[in-house]
């Protein structure tokens, strides 16, 4: 950054916002114009004395032409290391601060001038000296900036990151306040706590609770450990406590999900409920007194054991709802209006089951817990309906093999492991610091959320919170994700469903054809379809299932095919790449990638097949294969998905 983008403050480079446990805002009077603006910063007074006009600032281009004419600290903002070499050399102090209180490495450091910084230090320059309004150390600069390879490079220098500035914040706590998660993720790595209070007695959680609008950084804190029920020195305040009297609604969200109590109280008594009724937060009382309500249901034996066999149950009720709704529409009474109060009855059920059960988890197992109570139910009708008109015995083997294969790849689908990136915390915190001593601690190669090194081809999954290698998609069917270590079976699952869905088609054909009087030329369309109903509602339903089920599995398997053999893709690399192309004046086509081997090779190190050795197909381990350097990225990685 140049001196000359903005005018500002010596140092001054925070927000004038109220700590909250404080009661008070910090004024710090008139300051003179500082070239450096950051988000965060009030309004402060410019002397009139001091301020420039921007028509006579030097233009960038003459910056060299006229570098023998500028005093030290503009060659300092601009990084003309010969002539501040000059100016040392005829005597000048680099430890003698401006009128401010500034010196020159907090110049250097604010425009991130790594060579000015390594000289202003072998003359003598103090890394932890203390300037500006705001006595801050150069490092606090740099991170406010968020100049990670300076804050790098200060540290490499003996820096103190536990020192606190004159608001009484220390270099975690700015860094999260500034919100530059790779400088918090680095602070972390080299030993500062995260749950380090400032001189206020707040930790970082709880600035980013209450000053960070948004999920981050506060989901960022949690993830590394960060305590939700430590208390300030102050008023005894939670973090949770500090997001709800900043109305921080999903702060407060990703707190309790946490864990934070909600019966915590301050040095005053006050639970956050109870804040959030001083607020005047319909939301925040609405969500603190449900989870509440939640936590001391949850104590019960009985929801213990519904939870712990939540995927059991859910399929039971899903079971026994299908069932009910085919067997009230079979019945043999003619009277609709019966049949349609028991179909009340049952959604009444269901919704009541969906009440009590724990709704995030309901919600997610539902697709999953439907389709194997579809599964059930075909199996079921195929055994009760269709084997009594005696089927060929080919057709019952090839039924029995399609049903076990279902189930079996439908099982392994789940239970297999999709390539999930896992590491241990010293080796997060190795990976945080190659990384950043590198330079590439970027989010394409660096996952904030895992703090892990993301090896090529992966992404996160916000659903499972995790990085897969080679992530497909999140998928609803399975409540988990496909990856590189379980995506084959999920091919070989849709298949043998479509296949199991061909086979209802057959089977309730081949009844109708039998049981039913069909006579499409003399009934119509409407006509057969009230015969259909008339004869077997039931089947009819199965039918409409088995339809369903078929048809998004059958499309989405000709997709993923058609992604695997010609274009050697997943599905989130074809999704980020051709949003990327749009943005292109020629777009390169999607077949021509580093990973596309043709359709037979395609085809052959998918599914792993040899053919007596006729292939040779591709043995690789995703979760291994990191890209070769920091500017060689690969194809479909993660800074294009």
């Known amino acids: 950054m140049d001196w000359n983008e903005g005018d500002n403050d010596h140092g001054n480079m925070h927000d004038n916002c109220n700590h909250g446990n404080t009661g008070h805002s910090h004024s710090h009077g008139p300051r003179a114009p500082h070239p450096f603006m950051t988000p965060f910063q009030g309004q402060f007074a410019n002397k009139a004395d001091q301020a420039m006009d921007i028509s006579q600032q030097p233009k960038r281009r003459s910056h060299m032409d006229e570098s023998a004419s500028l005093d030290i600290?503009?060659?300092?903002?601009?990084?003309?290391?010969?002539?501040?070499?000059?100016?040392?050399?005829?005597?000048?102090?680099?430890?003698?601060?401006?009128?401010?209180?500034?010196?020159?490495?907090?110049?250097?450091?604010?425009?991130?001038?790594?060579?000015?910084v390594k000289f202003y230090i072998s003359k003598g320059s103090l890394v932890d000296q203390l300037g500006g309004d705001l006595n801050s150390s150069p490092l606090h600069w740099a991170i406010r900036q968020g100049h990670l390879p300076?804050?790098?490079?200060?540290?490499?220098?003996?820096?103190?990151?536990?020192?606190?500035?004159?608001?009484?914040?220390?270099?975690?706590?700015?860094?999260?306040?500034?919100?530059?998660?790779?400088?918090?993720?680095?602070?972390?790595?080299?030993?500062?706590?995260?749950?380090?209070?400032?001189?206020?007695?707040?930790?970082?959680?709880?600035?980013?609770?209450?000053?960070?609008?948004?999920?981050?950084?506060?989901?960022?804190?949690?993830?590394n450990n960060a305590s939700v029920?430590?208390?300030?020195?102050?008023?005894?305040?939670?973090?949770?406590?500090?997001?709800?009297?900043?109305?921080?609604?999903?702060?407060?969200?990703?707190?309790?999900?946490?864990?934070?109590?909600v019966d915590a109280e301050n040095l005053n008594g006050h639970t956050p409920i109870d804040l959030a009724h001083q607020v005047h937060s319909p939301l925040l009382i609405h969500m603190l007194n449900h989870v509440k309500q939640e936590r001391i249901r949850s104590n019960s034996r009985c929801l213990r054991i519904v939870n712990r066999y939540r995927v059991f149950l859910q399929f039971l009720l899903c079971t026994a709802v299908l069932g009910s709704v085919g067997a009230i529409v079979d019945m043999n009474s003619e009277s609709w209006l019966l049949k349609g109060v028991l179909l009340a009855c049952v959604i009444g059920?269901?919704?009541?089951?969906?009440?009590?059960?724990?709704?995030?988890?309901?919600?997610?197992?539902?697709?999953?817990?439907?389709?194997?109570?579809?599964?059930?139910?075909?199996?079921?009708?195929?055994?009760?309906?269709?084997?009594?008109?005696?089927?060929?015995?080919?057709?019952?083997?090839?039924?029995?093999?399609?049903?076990?294969?279902?189930?079996?790849?439908?099982?392994?689908?789940?239970?297999?492991?999709?390539?999930?990136?896992?590491?241990?915390?010293?080796?997060?915190?190795?990976?945080?610091?190659?990384?950043?001593?590198?330079?590439?601690?970027?989010?394409?190669?660096?996952?904030?959320?895992?703090?892990?090194?993301?090896?090529?081809?992966?992404?996160?999954?916000?659903?499972c919170d995790a990085c897969v290698a080679k992530q497909d998609h999140h998928s609803i069917w399975t409540n988990g994700c496909i990856g590189a270590r379980n995506h084959h079976y999920f091919i070989l699952f849709l298949f043998s469903l479509m296949l199991m869905g061909a086979w209802m088609f057959y089977g309730c054909l081949k009844y109708w054809a039998t049981h039913c009087v069909l006579h499409y030329e003399e009934q119509g369309l409407w006509g057969v379809v009230s015969v259909l109903v008339t004869c077997s509602p039931w089947l009819l339903s199965v039918f409409l299932l088995a339809f369903y089920?078929?048809?998004?599995?059958?499309?989405?398997?000709?997709?993923?095919?058609?992604?695997?053999?010609?274009?050697?893709?997943?599905?989130?690399?074809?999704?980020?790449?051709?949003?990327?192309?749009?943005?292109?004046?020629?777009?390169?086509?999607?077949?021509?990638?580093?990973?596309?081997?043709g359709v037979m090779r395609n085809l052959a190190s998918f599914f792993q097949l040899r053919c007596c050795g006729l292939f040779k197909p591709a043995i690789i381990d995703w979760t291994q294969q990191f890209p070769p350097g920091r500017d060689q990225h690969g194809f479909g990685h993660t800074d294009l998905v």
């Open 150 to 223: 300076m804050v790098i490079q200060l540290i490499r220098y003996g820096a103190d990151s536990s020192i606190a500035d004159g608001e009484g914040y220390r270099a975690l706590h700015l860094s999260i306040l500034f919100q530059h998660m790779g400088i918090a993720a680095y602070l972390m790595a080299k030993g500062q706590e995260v749950d380090g209070p400032d001189c206020n007695g707040q930790t970082p959680l709880m600035l980013a609770a209450q000053k960070i609008i948004g999920p981050e950084p506060t989901n960022f804190l949690i993830k």
């Open 349 to 463: 059920v269901l919704n009541l089951a969906a009440r009590n059960f724990p709704s995030p988890g309901f919600q997610t197992l539902l697709p999953a817990t439907a389709l194997m109570a579809s599964v059930f139910w075909m199996i079921v009708t195929w055994c009760l309906w269709f084997l009594p008109d005696g089927p060929s015995a080919t057709a019952q083997a090839l039924f029995t093999v399609n049903a076990t294969a279902l189930l079996y790849f439908y099982l392994r689908t789940c239970r297999t492991d999709p390539g999930s990136i896992k590491a241990t915390e010293e080796e997060k915190k190795m990976n945080v610091l190659v990384l950043a001593e590198a330079g590439g601690l970027e989010p394409r190669i660096f996952c904030t959320s895992c703090m892990i090194k993301k090896p090529m081809r992966t992404n996160h999954c916000f659903n």
């Open 73 to 116: 600290v503009k060659a300092t903002q601009f990084g003309i290391l010969e002539r501040c070499k000059e100016l040392v050399d005829a005597g000048y102090d680099v430890r003698l601060p401006d009128k401010e209180n500034v010196t020159l490495l907090h110049w250097a450091a604010i425009n991130n001038r790594a060579e000015l």
């Open 549 to 597: 089920h078929t048809c998004w599995s059958g499309l989405m398997l000709l997709l993923q095919l058609y992604q695997i053999a010609f274009l050697g893709l997943t599905t989130a690399e074809r999704t980020s790449l051709t949003m990327h192309q749009r943005k292109q004046r020629q777009p390169v086509p999607l077949k021509q990638n580093p990973y596309n081997l």
């Open 229 to 261: 029920n430590a208390v300030d020195k102050v008023n005894r305040n939670t973090p949770l406590h500090c997001a709800v009297l900043a109305g921080n609604v999903d702060a407060a969200h990703i707190l309790l999900e946490a864990g934070a109590s």
